[in-house]
T-cell receptor, first 113, second 111 residues
Framework: KAGVTQTPRYLIKTRGQQVTLSCSPI?????VSWYQQTPGQGLQFLFE???????NKGNFPGRFSGRQFSNSRSEMNVSTLELGDSALYLC????????????FGNGTRLTVT | TQLLEQSPQFLSIQEGENLTVYCNSSSVFSSLQWYRQEPGEGPVLLVT???GGEVKKLKRLTFQFGDARKDSSLHITAAQPGDTGLYLC???????????WGAGTKLIIKP
């Protein structure tokens, strides 16, 4: 069974640009969550999608957005990039969300210069 | 607001030693999950504890959920270099889809 796939693995962008990250969950998983991980702040929850609906949202500015498609694949978008957006972005999937165990991808390392 | 306090934040010990990592909160959780993250990879679930007082063993790793379901510990016996990684605890609350994460314990086991 294939795991959670995130693309791209590495990304370098300039301040002010926008970026789109992609996540393919494990087959059959309908919940996809996104996290930002930095050395100083740890794992910070961005949002969670279930059946194409955003069900929960963390405390991030509106520049961070996401969506989920009918095949459960998800994308997150960050507009007007800032230096502080440099981080590892992790996607995790689970059958139903609601605190069931998460299966993480290996992340996208975003560097903003 | 950090609702789950993990300690220590960093631990570097020799192979063969024992260690304990703690995850504490003033909140009650319906369950608690432990993950390990290795460099360049995403976190991987190790165990979920659900019942107060529950003890689960995974080879040399022993996980315990506090009686009041407010805290948990991870004890590693005879640590090996392969145990090196970032250990994260995450608490779940009923009717809340969002896990509460600890800041993590970075563990280095020196050969």
């Amino acid at each position: 069974k294939a795991g959670v796939t995130q693309t791209p693995r590495y990304l370098i962008k300039t301040r002010g640009q926008q970026v789109t990250l992609s996540c393919s969950p494990i087959s059959g998983h309908r919940s996809v969550s996104w996290y930002q991980q930095t050395p100083g702040q740890g794992l910070q929850f961005l949002f969670e999608y279930f059946s194409e609906t955003q069900r929960n949202k963390g405390n991030f500015p509106g520049r961070f957005s996401g969506r989920q498609f009918s095949n459960s694949r998800s994308e997150m978008n960050v507009s007007t990039l800032e230096l502080g957006d440099s981080a590892l972005y992790l996607c995790a999937s689970s059958f139903t969300g609601d605190n069931s165990p998460l299966h993480f991808g290996n992340g996208t390392r975003l560097t903003v210069t | 607001t950090q609702l789950l306090e993990q300690s220590p934040q960093f631990l570097s010990i020799q192979e063969g030693e024992n260690l304990t990592v703690y995850c504490n909160s003033s909140s009650v959780f319906s369950s608690l999950q432990w993950y390990r993250q290795e460099p360049g990879e995403g976190p991987v679930l190790l165990v979920t504890v659900v019942t107060g007082g529950e003890v689960k063993k995974l080879k040399r790793l022993t996980f315990q959920f506090g009686d009041a379901r407010k805290d948990s510990s991870l004890h590693i016996t005879a640590a090996q270099p392969g145990d090196t990684g970032l250990y994260l605890c995450a608490g779940a609350k009923r009717n809340n889809y969002q896990l509460i994460w600890g800041a993590g314990t970075k563990l280095i086991i020196k050969p």
